[in-house]
């Protein structure tokens, strides 16, 4: 006799092509218990933890109260740090200072500390086109410079429209293990979603940032390609550098990919302790290095697209987002991290969108200007 089974509900795709734990009404469930939701992860702990003392500065206070951040209805967390001290932190009812909280493509930034490592190493070069390192790509990135894979600074036929319920965004989500296929098809792995992308020009004529997350899927593979050790190692070196307290939480493709485009899971005071490991050029908290400093700085003032046309004050350089003084990513659903360069101080914001979409162009322009004004870190 055949076992009862019901296809899982958390994976299974419904309403609007979207899957279980998206659905607008149980998607902060879903954002706050990601790392135990999708269908594959890495869990990755640190060897040293990076202790932070609490050292409550009252201007931040004041500045997070008259922006209203942590008043919203879609609010998770909110820490500001510096060096090893926590200025401000407050979170939700229903979230606590321990619990991992889908970070989405603020995840990307691991690309970018990756990458620079791999230049470092002499084992890429960012003029070279992806073809170079993967033969066997497609034509919507076979002629497409590393850098211009970085910089979002690519046309083809993959779409990320979130407004679209049947955008490629969704499509990738097969990928990454976010959602099941239906049942007469097999799960495709990282590798065969790129291949399948085309282009019949690959030249971005927008103006602005063509922001697309396969491009992440692409240098993963790049990344896994040329690099002489697995890439959970490398992810093991950040999570060391940063010196985590709780789990660093990635997702993995069919073919075992972390999915670097959006699948990592922190806490709100461990992101911000990887965002202190960027502000401090990637210096470990027992030595070491990881990324790249040198890297990171040009990342900051060389050219680069604009974001679009509601960010043009912000360029997206090297899969991250800057406006020359600050450094930083925002995700899926209502996240941002901002590093500011020059004074060191981190914020990490998570929170939840629960609209059809689970984007807002203008809360997420907010969100930015907002963390702006309480880290005083405009250019």
């Known amino acids: ?57 009252r201007k931040i206070a004041e500045a997070v109260k008259s922006g209203g951040l942590t008043l919203l209805p879609t609010f998770s967390a909110l820490v500001v740090a510096e060096g090893d001290r926590i200025l401000y932190s407050a979170h939700a009812r229903d979230f606590g200072p321990d619990r991992p909280h889908s970070i989405q493509s603020i995840t990307k930034m691991h690309a970018h500390l990756i990458f620079g490592e791999l230049i470092a190493e002499g084992r890429v070069s960012l003029d070279r086109k992806v073809s170079d390192y993967l033969p066997w790509i497609g034509s919507g990135y076979a002629g497409a410079s590393l850098q211009d894979v970085l910089d979002m600074n690519v046309s083809n036929d993959f779409t990320e429209d979130y407004d679209d319920p049947f955008s490629g965004c969704y499509a990738e989500e097969e990928a990454l293990g976010w959602r099941l296929p239906d049942a007469n098809r097999p799960e495709i792995s990282l590798a065969e979603f790129v291949a399948s992308i085309g282009s019949g020009n690959l030249k971005n004529e927008s103006g602005y940032a063509s922001y697309k997350s396969a491009n992440t899927d692409v240098l993963t593979l790049v990344a896994a390609a040329v690099s002489p050790t697995y890439l959970a190692a490398r992810i093991e070196a950040i999570a060391d550098a940063a010196g985590y307290e709780g789990s660093f939480h990635i997702n993995l493709s069919r073919d075992l990919m972390p999915a670097f485009s959006g699948g990592g899971c ?10 202190l490991l960027i502000a401090r050029g990637g210096t470990g908290v027992s030595g070491g290095q990881v990324g790249n400093a040198a890297f990171t700085r040009s990342t900051l003032t060389r050219a680069a697209p604009a974001l679009g046309p509601g960010r043009r004050w912000i360029r997206y350089s090297n899969q991250t987002m800057t406006n020359g003084r600050w450094i930083g ?27 059809a979409s689970g984007y807002d162009e203008a809360y997420m322009r907010e969100v930015i200007q907002s963390l702006e004004r309480i880290l005083g870190a405009t250019a």
């Open 266 to 275: 922190l806490s709100a005071r461990d992101l911000a302790r990887f965002g």
């Open 329 to 355: 990513h925002g995700g899926y659903g209502g996240q941002f991290l901002m590093i500011d360069m020059e004074t060191g101080r981190v914020a990490a914001f998570l929170s939840v969108l629960e609209n």
């Open 1 to 57: 006799m055949t076992p009862n089974s019901v296809p899982n509900p958390d994976l299974t795709v419904g309403r609007d092509n979207k899957q279980g734990w998206n659905q607008p009404d149980r998607r902060r469930h879903g954002f706050h218990n990601a790392h135990r939701l999708w269908r594959r992860m890495l869990m990755v702990r640190s060897r040293r933890v990076l202790n932070l003392h609490k050292g409550r500065d």
